[in-house]
């Protein structure tokens, strides 16, 4: 009897760990507007443009990354896309966006046990953290920008404050040399002193002859 109970103990704790989404749902605590945006590093509004599967050694599901277009940044650097990874299971605290749609996002850049990240892209969120969807567009959010009737509360508003608008991001350029008046480049040093070395061979050369003839 006892063996019996301790397999079936060791067959529920095998699929709790291998199947850690279904075992257990998340459950968030209650945040304030000023929290989420404390314990973000990054809040912005923008709309998702891809998604695809996170390059981790996670579990499967494999947490997601979603790509997203900016349009107004209320913390960190105002970049003109984010990347961010969640978890693909609600149930696993993953929130699900949709491709096309805009959201509010609050993502954090620290260390998270529960979200694997890629190198590189260490941005992410979860459902607890108070990611919002809001009526499509580009402007600062206003509470008319809730969505199924639902007006965004006035103290988010007030905790998310001035946004600002995306810096487009460019890759520093190397500028190529630039050409000679002449139109030609112009020669390298090392010319010169190769023909001098040829020169001084030359002069060598015939003073060796003229001592022989003279001999």
């Known amino acids: 009897m006892i063996n019996r109970v301790v397999t079936v103990l060791l067959l529920l704790a095998a699929a709790i760990v291998a199947f850690p989404g279904t075992a ?7 945040l304030q507007p000023t929290e989420q945006v404390g314990n973000a590093s ?3 509004t923008g709309t998702v443009l891809a998604s695809r599967p996170a390059k981790t050694d996670a579990s499967v599901p494999a947490p997601v990354v979603y790509t997203f277009r900016a349009d107004q940044v209320y913390k960190g650097q105002a970049l003109t896309e984010y990347q961010v990874t969640t978890n ?6 993953g929130y699900n966006f949709e491709q096309g749609a805009r959201y509010l996002v609050f993502a954090s850049s620290r260390k998270s046990g529960m ?3 890629e190198p590189g892209l260490p941005l992410h969120t979860a459902l607890c953290d108070g990611d919002h969807r809001v009526r499509a567009g580009t402007g ?3 509470a008319d920008d809730g969505i199924e009737g639902q007006p965004l509360p006035a103290a988010l508003l007030s905790a998310l404050g001035t946004p600002t608008r995306p810096t487009v991001t460019t890759t520093p350029v190397t ?3 630039a050409a000679s008046s ?3 480049s112009s020669p390298s040093p090392w010319v010169y002193v190769a023909g001098a070395l040829v020169l001084a061979a030359l002069a060598l050369a015939g ?9």
């Open 42 to 44: 990054v809040v912005f």
């Open 140 to 142: 600062a959010l206003v």
């Open 182 to 184: 002449g139109g030609g």
């Open 88 to 93: 693909a299971d609600s149930a696993a605290c």
């Open 24 to 30: 257990c749902a998340c459950s968030c605590a209650p």
């Open 115 to 117: 979200i694997p990240t």
């Open 175 to 177: 500028p190529a040399p």
């Open 207 to 215: 003073w060796r002859l003229a001592n022989r003839r003279g001999a």
